[in-house]
Nanobody, 125 residues
């Protein structure tokens, strides 16, 4: 049974940090891209970051480069999203998901099949 379970969300003040975890089970993490998405109330879901299954390539939304860092520990079946310098525009439910890697420059999947239940991130002073 494929499962992705997010954790690590919470309430922080602007400028603080959080590290989200995506614990996976039921499949071999090494074979899949893991992506992070977020969705704020009244807004569309947006891609945040992704980590390649075959190389050390990573993807970040342009607005988040330099603040967020994605990493994976295949031995622990877990992918992390380190979020620093959190801003008032970052609050959302953050989801992790898995996908099949594309080829070449188009390695980030267009589609993902399994999703976690999400973890809430709130930034407020």
């Amino acid at each position: 049974q494929v499962q992705l379970v997010e954790s690590g969300g919470g309430l922080v003040q602007p400028g603080e940090s959080l590290r989200l975890s995506c614990r996976t089970s039921g499949f071999t993490l090494d074979y899949y891209v893991i992506g992070w998405f977020r969705q704020a109330p009244g807004k569309e879901r947006e891609a945040v970051s992704a980590t390649s299954s075959t190389t050390d390539r990573t993807y970040y939304a342009d607005s988040l480069k330099g603040r967020f860092t994605i990493s994976r520990d295949n031995a622990k079946n877990t992918v992390y999203l380190q979020m620093n310098s959190l801003k008032p525009e970052d609050p959302a439910v953050y989801y992790c998901t898995r996908g099949i890697e594309g080829t070449g420059h188009n390695w980030v999947p267009y589609e993902y099949d399994y999703w976690g239940q999400g973890t809430q991130v709130t930034v407020s002073s």
